[in-house]
């Protein structure tokens, strides 16, 4: 089996191979500790050249203070809830005594009272009637 060589290893690394050689790298060092070791070591050893624009520290610093600035108006905005649902309440407890003072609550209550409601049993006292039928049915089999 042959090993793959650290240049190789490098330009896989850095995504410089095309996609089927890459597959077939990435294959061959699932399978082979010795590459996968050497893959290890090319990593460890090589150095990215990265370097940051002027400006980077600038346009860093920029966005932290907007999101910063972003951050105090939402907390300014958070008191807004709840002096919008305290009003709320205070409108509703308004409104309520305020029908209640008036009566209107009570025309309701009188308008079902005059209206005439059927009474009917409970399903209990209906369960004991029915069994009680059905007992005295089978008293008056056994009798006879």
């Known amino acids: 089996m042959s090993h793959i060589s650290p240049e190789k290893l490098s330009d896989y690394i ?74 709320h309440y205070v409108i509703a407890a308004g409104l309520t005594l305020l029908l209640m003072l008036t009566g209107v609550f009570q025309g309701f209550l009188d308008m079902t009272n005059s209206t005439k409601i059927e009474e009917h049993q409970s399903f209990t006292t209906q369960f004991m009637n029915n069994k009680n039928d059905i007992l005295d049915y089978m008293e008056g089999d056994e009798k006879q």
Do not use: G, W
């Open 14 to 87: 850095t995504n410089l191979l095309n996609q089927k050689e890459q597959q077939a790298i990435e294959l061959h060092i699932h399978s082979c500790d010795v590459c996968l070791s050497e893959y290890l070591d090319v990593i460890e050893n090589q150095t990215l050249d990265v370097s940051l624009s002027e400006s980077f520290t600038d346009v860093t610093m920029d966005k932290m203070n907007h999101h910063k600035q972003r951050k105090e108006k939402i907390q300014r905005s958070s008191k807004l809830p709840i002096n919008k649902t305290l009003t």
